[in-house]
């Protein structure tokens, strides 16, 4: 249990990383080994715990499954947040989403008049 609960404080201390420009992939492969290091830490104690029935789920399992789901949440906001930091629009796809945009609000403003 001690593992787990280093692992996600661990993985809580990662945010307070700073976000660098010349090296924006610390922060992902960190959240990454932590994911790995759990996944390990759940196969070593899987093989010294006693099988359970498939009608109920111990409340041990349960544990590593929040954390497990919460780690992997963890990583993808970081992969999301260093994608859109470092995320230069070229300027003909700004020039082509504001033409989308503004075509799709002109028919949506059609069909709602019924002219369209």
Known sequence: MLPSVLIMLTDIAIWFLPLSLDLPVDRVSAKLTLLLAFSVYMLILSDSLPPSST????????HFLCCL????????????????????????????????LNRSAMRMTFMRNGIF
Not at 55 to 62: E, G
Not at 77 to 95: D, K
């Open 69 to 100: 789901m919460f780690l992997t949440t963890s990583l993808m906001e970081s992969v999301f947040i260093v994608y859109y930091s470092s995320w230069n629009p070229y300027p003909w796809t700004l020039l082509f989403l504001t033409n989308f």
């Open 55 to 62: 009608k109920c789920i111990p409340l041990l399992a349960q």
